[in-house]
C-alpha cells in the first residue's frame, strides 16, 4: 500500500476528549472516529486490527473445534419475554419498536436466540456435543461509554455457545474454552490471566474472566504474582482430550487470582507476602458454565440412548474483540505512538524513503514494496514529498513493528536500514537480507482468516 493513496487521518494534537492513551492513540493514529457516544466508525487503519484480531478468534476456535456462525444484530423481543430476560435485563438493552408495533431489540448476547435455534433443530444426543460461535456487533447501552473502544455501546464480541448431554460434558467445553482463549490472548502479543468471577445477568457459578493487567483497566484484581509466570507456549494439546484441557486449566488457575466481586481475603492471606498483588485490569473475555438455566426456560432438551428427554447442558464465552484494540495498545506503546505486535499490526513493515523522486530511492523502495508483497506480506510505503523526520514520527504513531528506511546514501553503500519500533535498533541490510528478515520474523504470525 502507497500512503499517498490510503486514507490515514492523524491528528497532530492530542484530543482532549479522550483520557486514556489507547483512546488518544487510536484517534491520532486515524484507527477511529466518533460518531455517536460509545459508537465509532473504524477508519482503513483501524479495521485492519480489527479483522486481524477477529482472524486469530477465528482460527482459534476452529482449532478447537468450534462451528462458526452468524445471527442477526436485531432480535424480536419475544424469546426474551420467554426466557424471563427482557424485564431483568434492565437499562442496558436497547429496545426498539417497528413500525408494527412489535418490541425489538439489538443485541446484548445471545443465549435465546442460539438456544432457539437449537431446540427447532437438535433433539437427540447423537448430535451432542455441539458448539458454534459467532464474532457480531454487539449494543449495550451503557450509562457511561468511555475510554474509546474499551467501553463502547456498540462493540464487536466473539460470543460462543455449547450444548452438552451432561454437567461433566459441558465443563469440559468450558475447559477447551479456557485452552483456546490462552492462545488466542497470546498470539495476540498480550498476557490475559483467567480470573475468578462473578456470573453477573447471565449467571453461573462457573466463570473465569480474562484480564490484561493494566493500571487503566477498570476491574480491581487480586492475583498471586506467579501467575505472571505462566504461558502457554507452542505446546501442542489435543482438544478432545479430557484430561489434557482440565491439566491446563488447573495449572492456569489453581494459584490466587480472582476479581474484586468474588475475592476472598482470607484465601489471599494464604499467598506469601512477597507474591501478593492488587492491581488493575482489562476484561478482554470472558467463560461461563450455566448448566440447564437457558434450556429449562426455553425448553432444550434431547433424547438420551436411554430414551429420556434431558434439558442439554450449556455455557458461553465471550471475547471482547473491539476491546482488545485498546487492552493491546494500553500494554503495548511508549510516548512516540503504538507498538503493535507482530500477530496483530496492520501492516507488517513500513517503508520510509528518505529522498522521494530520487530515481534510484524510488526503485529501491518500489523492489522492496513488490519483493514483500511477493512473500505475502503487507507494507506501507510511505511515498510522499515530506521531510524524513514527519515520515518517522507517524510510523512511530502507528506502531508498525518493523520499518525499512532507504536513502541515497546507503543505497551507494548496497544497503538500507531495518529498525525495530520496539527497541529502536537498526541494522544496515542488503534490500534482500531485509526482506528475508522480515520473512522469518513473521513466519511465526501469519493469519490465514476464514
Ligand atoms: P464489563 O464487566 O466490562 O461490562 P461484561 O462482563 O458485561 O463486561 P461480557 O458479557 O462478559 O461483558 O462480554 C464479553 C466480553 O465483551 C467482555 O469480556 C468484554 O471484553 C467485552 N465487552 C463487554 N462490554 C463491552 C463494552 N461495553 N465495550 C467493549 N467491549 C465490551
Ligand atoms: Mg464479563
Known amino acids: 500500500m502507497r500512503l499517498s493513496r490510503y486514507f490515514l487521518p492523524v491528528l497532530k494534537e492530542t484530543p482532549s476528549e479522550a483520557q486514556i ?3 488518544r492513540l487510536m484517534l491520532r493514529a486515524g484507527m477511529i472516529k466518533q460518531s455517536a457516544a460509545g459508537i465509532y466508525s473504524w477508519l482503513p487503519l483501524g479495521f485492519k486490527v480489527l479483522r486481524k484480531i477477529e482472524n486469530i478468534v477465528h482460527e482459534e476456535q476452529m482449532r478447537a473445534g468450534h462451528i462458526p456462525m452468524q445471527m442477526p444484530t436485531l432480535q424480536s423481543a419475544d424469546l426474551w419475554k420467554e426466557s424471563g430476560r427482557y424485564d431483568a435485563y434492565g437499562e442496558e438493552m436497547l429496545r426498539i419498536t417497528d413500525r408494527h408495533g412489535r ?3 439489538y443485541t446484548p448476547t445471545a443465549e435465546e436466540l442460539i438456544t432457539d435455534i437449537f431446540r427447532s433443530n437438535v433433539s437427540s444426543y447423537k448430535d451432542l456435543p455441539l458448539t458454534m460461535y459467532q464474532i457480531q456487533w454487539k449494543f449495550r447501552d451503557e450509562i457511561r461509554p468511555r475510554f474509546g473502544v474499551m467501553r463502547g455501546r456498540e462493540f464487536y464480541m466473539k460470543d460462543g455457545y455449547n450444548f ?27 498476557q490475559a490471566i483467567p480470573m475468578r468471577a462473578d456470573g453477573g445477568p447471565i449467571g ?3 466463570t473465569h474472566e480474562f ?6 483497566g477498570e476491574s480491581e484484581v487480586f492475583y498471586d504474582s506467579a501467575v505472571t509466570d505462566l504461558s502457554f507456549g507452542d505446546r501442542e494439546i489435543d482438544y478432545d482430550s479430557v484430561e489434557q484441557c482440565q491439566g491446563v486449566l488447573e495449572e492456569f488457575t489453581t494459584k490466587y487470582a ?16 512477597e507474591r501478593r498483588r492488587t492491581a ?6 470472558q467463560i461461563f458454565y450455566f448448566g440447564t438455566k437457558y434450556s429449562d426456560a426455553l425448553g432444550a432438551q434431547v433424547q438420551t440412548a436411554e430414551g429420556e428427554k434431558v434439558s442439554v447442558h450449556m455455557g458461553s464465552h465471550g471475547i471482547g474483540v473491539s476491546r482488545l484494540l485498546g487492552a493491546i495498545i494500553e500494554a503495548s506503546h511508549d510516548d512516540n505512538g503504538i507498538i503493535w505486535p507482530e500477530g496483530v499490526t496492520p501492516f507488517h513493515a513500513g517503508i520510509v524513503n528518505l529522498k522521494q523522486g530520487d530515481a534510484e530511492a524510488d526503485a529501491a523502495c518500489e523492489a522492496l514494496e513488490k519483493a514483500l508483497e511477493a512473500a505475502g506480506l503487507e507494507p506501507l510505503y510511505d511515498d510522499r514529498k515530506e521531510r524524513a523526520g514527519g515520515k518517522f514520527a507517524t ?19 548496497g544497503v538500507v536500514e531495518l529498525t525495530s519500533r520496539r527497541t529502536g535498533e537498526s541494522e544496515e541490510l542488503a534490500p534482500e537480507a531485509a526482506v528475508a528478515k522480515l520473512i522469518e520474523i513473521y513466519a511465526d504470525h501469519r493469519v490465514t482468516g476464514l
Not at 480472582?258 to 507476602?273: I, K, Q, S, Y
Request: zero cysteines; charged letters at 30%; aromatic letters at 8%.
Open 103 to 105: 418490541d425489538m431489540l
Open 164 to 190: 452438552d448431554l451432561s454437567k461433566e460434558d459441558a465443563l469440559h467445553a468450558y475447559n477447551r474454552h479456557l485452552v483456546s482463549y490462552l492462545r488466542t490472548y497470546e498470539r495476540m502479543g498480550l
Open 258 to 273: 480472582r476479581t474484586d466481586e468474588t475475592h476472598d481475603e482470607a484465601l489471599f492471606g494464604a499467598v506469601p507476602e
Open 21 to 23: 492513551v489507547s483512546h
Open 204 to 206: 453461573g457459578d462457573y
Open 211 to 216: 484480564l490484561v493487567l493494566a493500571e487503566t
Open 395 to 413: 510510523m512511530d504513531l502507528i506502531g508498525l513493528p518493523w520499518r525499512i528506511t532507504v536513502g541515497p546514501r546507503g543505497l551507494k553503500n
Open 280 to 285: 488493575r485490569g482489562i476484561e478482554v473475555g
